[in-house]
């Protein structure tokens, strides 16, 4: 309701709420495809993405953003999981995940982790749930679905949400990179930590036995070990 009369056109419009036993709530019907999951997204498709992106971060007002309750899976709530799941993990087979793991606990510990802790610099309403195929491309017009988990979040923790997300693996880090000075002024210690702490989220989930082992590829897991790994520094980065 907040984007029908601040960004019309970015979202669907909630037309009809049932509650019952179960809830349903009926929303528009809106044009568009998904990108195909793997593959990289063109310089044009990323300009169009960070538009998107900068009308529904803008959208709405400070004091609007106070009242709101904190996206699912907010920053500080991350940071909680991924300490609580490192805690839970004592018996991990494959040694580059082990190696990672480790570097991963070290991290937690660091100054650099406690940034993430403090009050959010730059409040945004955040969709919640960065996964690219929750956008629809239609023409040069992008749609944003899927707003279930969408609340009070940080411009930082976003953009670091939207990078580090599984399904944005099939474009180059150098293209989100570039991405990522579209919003320069975000780009500072939080979102530097976020990335981190969000590529240690993905590795802990895809780990055998983390709900997102089977559904992604074999070999996943030790891929986003070395990810983690590289941007914690311990590993050279051989990104392309």
């Known amino acids: ?7 019309p056109g970015l979202a669907p419009v909630p037309l009809d709420f049932v509650d019952g036993t179960p809830c349903v709530l009926t929303m528009s019907r809106l044009p568009g495809h998904q990108h195909p999951r793997g593959q990289p997204l063109s310089v044009r498709q990323l300009d169009r993405l960070g538009e998107a992106f900068e009308r529904l971060w803008s959208a709405v007002p400070p004091e609007t953003l106070e009242a709101l309750p904190p996206r699912i899976n907010s920053l500080q709530e991350a940071l909680s999981t991924v ?8 018996d991990v087979a494959d040694p580059t995940s082990r190696y990672a793991l480790a570097a991963l ?12 802790a403090a009050r959010c610099p730059d409040p945004v309403l955040g969709r919640g749930d960065q996964n690219l195929d929750n ?5 040069d017009v992008l749609h944003l679905i899927d707003f279930e988990d969408a609340g009070l979040s940080c411009r930082s923790y976003e ?3 939207l990078t580090e997300h599984i399904a944005s693996r099939g474009t180059p880090d150098r293209a989100w990179m570039w991405f990522a000075t579209r919003h ?9 930590a976020a990335r981190k702490l969000l590529a ?9 036995g983390a709900p997102g082992h089977e559904r992604n590829p074999p070999g996943t897991a030790v891929n986003q070990a070395h990810r983690l790994l ?6 050279p980065d051989t990104d392309p």
């Open 83 to 90: 300490r609580g799941l490192c805690e839970q993990l004592t």
């Open 200 to 208: 240690g989220f993905w590795f802990l989930l895809l780990l055998p």
């Open 135 to 139: 956008v629809l491309w239609h023409r």
């Open 1 to 7: 309701n907040l984007l029908r009369e601040r960004a």
């Open 184 to 192: 320069r002024d975000s780009c500072g210690p939080v979102f530097t």
């Open 230 to 235: 590289r941007l914690l520094r311990v590993e």
């Open 105 to 116: 606990e070290l991290w937690l510990e660091s100054g650099e982790a406690d940034v993430l």
């Open 159 to 161: 953009l670091a949400d």
